[in-house]
């Protein structure tokens, strides 16, 4: 792979430092680095290019910062089938699960076709008024649908079609495996191995506390109505894209057709990540 985009925590003096790293390792080995124009005047080595172009000039994608980094990255590449290597610059990182120290040998063995791609699901959601479709939009993560105040909402869920709840809750999750370490877990859900095809859906802080979290297979549709007279409500997208809704509004969340493809570690296991970012007990290992 020649060519290589960055996408950087530009609030990060090492995330750049790193960057500037990056370009001159690719430069010096005949490659090409592509950037928005922002970040191209801090590089020596890097092309400015529309961030909108980004995606379509690159062979792979790499992250420098934290998951919301690699949220944006996976928003602006849309589903087109472009690696992303995410590297840890932030706090937890269960997306960017490559450390600094660890980025020019993974380069490395890219160079050399020597890698394994890990395919993650993305959800698509789709906002409609009045049986009009607004806004369809994908999200990595979660979909999360609540009130702008702390009062109770009241969300009618129909799940392939058949009425399963009328949640009172400060809200309610739509999350893929991936997003089941995110918001979904601060709202008591489940961890998810991040390849199984599978969507939670998770209430936050509900007023019946039997109301818990459910796991239904990735070819099913959740349908999610605003009941009448509710109002400031709001729909969340990746925890990046907020938007209003109504009274009678209707989210319609399924699995995407497209999905984001990750460069996977192969020294470091997902159960390692949790143990590292959760700060689970490390005891006696058997083989």
Not at 82 to 102: H, Q, Y
Request: with cysteine; charged share 25%; hydrophobic share 45%.
């Amino acid at each position: 792979m020649k060519r290589i985009g960055l996408i950087v925590k530009v609030s990060n003096p090492e995330a750049i430092r790193l960057a500037d790293r990056i370009a001159d390792w690719l430069v010096e080995r005949g490659g090409k680095v592509f950037t928005d124009e922002g970040l191209a005047l801090m590089l020596k080595g890097a092309a400015a290019v529309p961030v909108k172009d980004l995606p379509t000039s690159v062979d792979l994608m790499v992250v420098l910062g934290g998951d919301g980094t690699m949220l944006h990255a996976a928003r602006l590449i849309g589903g087109r089938k472009v690696p992303i290597l995410g590297v840890n610059m932030g706090s937890l990182g269960f997306l960017t699960a490559i450390t600094v120290k660890e980025v020019f040998p993974v380069l490395e063995r890219i160079e050399r076709d020597d890698f394994i791609l890990e395919e993650r699901m993305l959800l698509s959601v789709e906002h409609a008024r009045d049986e009009r479709v607004l806004s369809t939009h994908k999200v990595l993560n979660d979909a999360v649908i609540k009130g702008e105040s702390a009062r109770l909402v009241r969300l009618e869920t129909r799940i392939n079609r058949e009425y399963v709840n009328t949640y009172r809750a400060d809200g309610l999750i739509v999350a893929t495996p991936t997003g089941s370490t995110a918001y979904s877990l601060s709202a008591n859900g489940p961890i998810l191995y991040p390849t199984i095809h599978s969507i939670i859906v998770a209430p936050i802080c509900p007023f019946n506390l039997t109301n818990r979290p459910v796991v239904i297979p990735d070819w099913m549709t959740v349908d999610v109505a605003v009941s009448p007279e509710q109002s400031n409500i709001e729909l969340i997208l990746d925890g990046q894209v907020d938007l209003p809704l109504e009274s009678g509004d209707m989210v319609r969340i399924r699995r995407a057709g497209e999905s984001v493809y990750l460069v996977r570690y192969d020294g470091k296991s997902y159960f390692e990540i949790l143990r590292e970012r959760l700060m689970w007990e490390v005891g006696m290992v058997r083989n």
